[in-house]
């Protein structure tokens, strides 16, 4: 059965899969998320997402209806009901269905949904030549560590990289560039490593924290610390982590050329590595 969802304890086809009008997560985007991925049929960092889908339930005061165990369960019978080689994986849990009113409703189930699908990655072509991004002023709200459902600015950034002919927009508050709309910000300043540390102005990506760990492995000096706009101007390479993006690199901002205006080594070097770390993890070496 290709595309499939779990909705509220039931197995459907994806299409035929809804929720009541009277969701929260429909009326105020009341609930959070996660997206995941499989490798080798196999979730990549499945604890981790599942880790910080519950501290995201927590911080909105959200109990899922399942247990982390049962949440894993789920997510490897989705996996392996699709029938793909790679299946991408949302996991969306909101406060439930209520009659509209702001405040909380007494008593009241979650909803979660759980959807799988095919897999499909950034062309290869992209990834060599790198991509070109646009800087937007942050206009969210202040605790961007939890993954709520509440993405209007981010839809927002990323329509206008779109629009301007750039593949991601970086968002920048009070002249610090946190992270993209839908992706983690590193650069290569001074022969370091530099990424935005972690607080409520990012979301920590389960990659970033992976390429992270690699560079610390790979002996490269790393450091988490505040980047401007003219940082990144002047960085010799920019790239950003995610997900499905992986690590990809940058090589304009804003019409600026990064560096040589091509991939540069370290991101190179740091990408082979994160193929290889995927490879070993997934019992593929
Ligand atoms: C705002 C934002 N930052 C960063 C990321 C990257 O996180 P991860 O590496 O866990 O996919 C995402 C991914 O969805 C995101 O939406």
Redesign the pocket.
Known sequence: MPNVAYVNGKWVALQSATISVEDRGFQFGDGVYE?MRTYYGQVFHLTG?IE?LLESADQVQIRPRETPGQIQKIIEAGCKKTGYKETKIYVQITRGIAPRLHSFPKNNRPTSVYTFREMTVIPQKTRSQGVSVISVEDIRWGR?HV?SLNLLP?VLAREQALQSGAYEALFVRNGWVW??????LFAILDQQIVTPPKGPF??S????EQVIQLGQKMGMPLREAEISLEDIYRADEVFL????IEILPVVRVNGRKIGTGKPGKITQRLSSAFEEEVRVLHGHP
């Open positions: 997206v997402h910080r961007c993954k981010n992270e993209g709309a839908g992706s983690n990012l979301l990506g389960i990659t970033r982590t995610g997900t499905t």
